[in-house]
């Protein structure tokens, strides 16, 4: 069994889907390993070290011999064209709305697996690509703040005189937002946040954070079964925006987490509710690739208006990419060891295995996917 690790070519992309220490667990499976030239240098790997944890080092076209390709990203057309017919590809492939890259997986003859598509269930925590870099993203979303506000988070009483705590204000409680609550209160931040789900409520208390939302019935009923936000009604949103825009007024940083599954992220500020902050305030917009929480953040910028900084950074867990990658190559290690047969070493699918079933888009040159019947054709 031969795995390849290529060297992500999407602009931005600064992870790689294996580590050293997963480069040995993969080798004691039974793989052997080969990972493209200059692949972790961006997260802090150099050749030599996953050459010393038994791999080799190839250049593309070693990739075209491999049984599995792990990767970050959806491989582009040009990529899938080298890779070997019936091989096993893991990636985030970012599959909605991308009908035709997911028609392009299936013309390659590949078996594309998903990660985003893990269920969320206990034999899968360890594969959960999403909470791994939300939480990251949530952690690095808040030293993003930090560097760009122009104050200190805690209070300080020094002999020079008293400086305040900031008041830090988190919208959107899932993983993200529970790492930016955490993160905020650990630099001495002043915390608040807001969700459409009640479950969070409590989360937010244990982590002395405090809670502000509208709590009216859609509010008790905004939560699915499968435990994420509802896209709520317009009146409920008026009412979040009025509740919401004179706390806003008077926080210091806002960083904004908010999505809901398939649809796009809800906008929860506006340009009226930031233009009553001080300068040098600032927002952050993780859902900024999502279409945006925050009106006027642009993907990719850092943009000043009236004084207040909207910062869209993309791809935020990149930003911290060595710790990224240390944990999305668990997370890949992790769903690879279901897929092989650990005696005879040799990769075996078993198609009915629910973890397969969530996460397979393309097989023997078909799409299989139940959600991407309309990119079968
Ligand atoms: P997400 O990234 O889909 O959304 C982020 C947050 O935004 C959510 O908390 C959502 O409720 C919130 N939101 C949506 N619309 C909003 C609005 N208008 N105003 C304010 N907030 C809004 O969420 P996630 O981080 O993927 O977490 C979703 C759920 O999955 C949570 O219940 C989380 O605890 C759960 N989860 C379970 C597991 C597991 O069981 N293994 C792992 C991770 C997360």
């Known amino acids: 069994m031969r795995v390849a690790i290529p060297k992500e070519t999407a602009p931005n992309e600064t992870r790689v889907a294996a580590t050293p220490e997963t480069v040995k667990k993969l080798t004691a499976l039974g793989f052997a390993v080969v990972v493209e030239a200059g692949a972790g240098v ?3 790997i150099p050749d030599g070290e996953f050459v010393a944890a038994g791999a080799t080092i190839g ?3 070693d990739i075209a011999r ?14 899938l064209k080298a890779y070997k017919k019936g091989a096993v590809v893991i990636a985030m492939l970012d599959p909605y709305g991308n009908d035709a890259a997911v028609k392009a997986l299936a013309d390659a003859g590949v078996t594309a697996f998903t990660m985003e598509f893990m269920p969320r269930i206990t ?34 009483m020094t002999a020079a005189g008293t400086v305040p705590a900031a008041k830090v204000f988190i919208m959107g409680v899932g993983v993200a937002g529970l790492q930016a609550i955490a993160t905020a209160r650990r630099l001495g931040a002043v915390v608040t946040a807001t969700d459409v789900r009640p479950a969070v409520k409590e989360q937010v208390a244990s982590l002395g954070a405090k809670f502000l939302a ?13 435990g994420y936000a509802k896209e709520m009604s317009k009146e409920y949103q008026a009412k979040q925006a009025a509740l919401v825009a004179d706390h806003i007024a008077k926080q210091d940083i806002v960083i904004t987490t908010a999505l809901i599954p398939g649809r796009p992220a809800p906008r929860l500020v506006t340009r009226a509710m930031y233009a009553r902050m001080r300068p040098g305030s600032v927002l952050i917009d993780l859902a900024v690739e999502r279409g945006g929480n925050v009106e006027g953040a642009v993907a990719g910028k850092i943009t000043e208006v009236d004084g207040v900084k909207i910062v869209g950074h993309l791809n935020v867990a990149g930003r911290i990419a060595a710790t990224a990658s240390q944990l999305y190559a668990k997370n890949l290690l992790a769903f ?18 629910e973890l397969v079933k969530a996460t397979v888009l393309t097989h023997g040159g078909k799409v299989v996917h139940p959600n991407f019947a309309s990119a079968a054709t």
């Open 42 to 44: 961006a997260s802090r």
């Open 59 to 61: 250049k593309a076209a």
């Open 66 to 79: 491999a049984d599995v390709v792990l990767k970050v990203r959806r491989p582009s057309s040009a990529e």
């Open 123 to 156: 034999r899968a925590q360890v594969m959960d690509v999403l909470s791994s870099q939300a939480n990251l993203a949530g952690y690095q979303a808040v030293i993003d703040a930090a560097g760009e506000y122009d104050r200190a988070l805690p209070m300080m």
């Open 214 to 226: 509208v709590e009216d019935e859609e509010f008790k009923a905004a939560e699915t079964a499968g």
């Open 336 to 353: 690879v060891e279901t897929l092989v047969d650990k005696d005879a070493k040799v990769i075996k699918i078993d198609f009915d295995d």
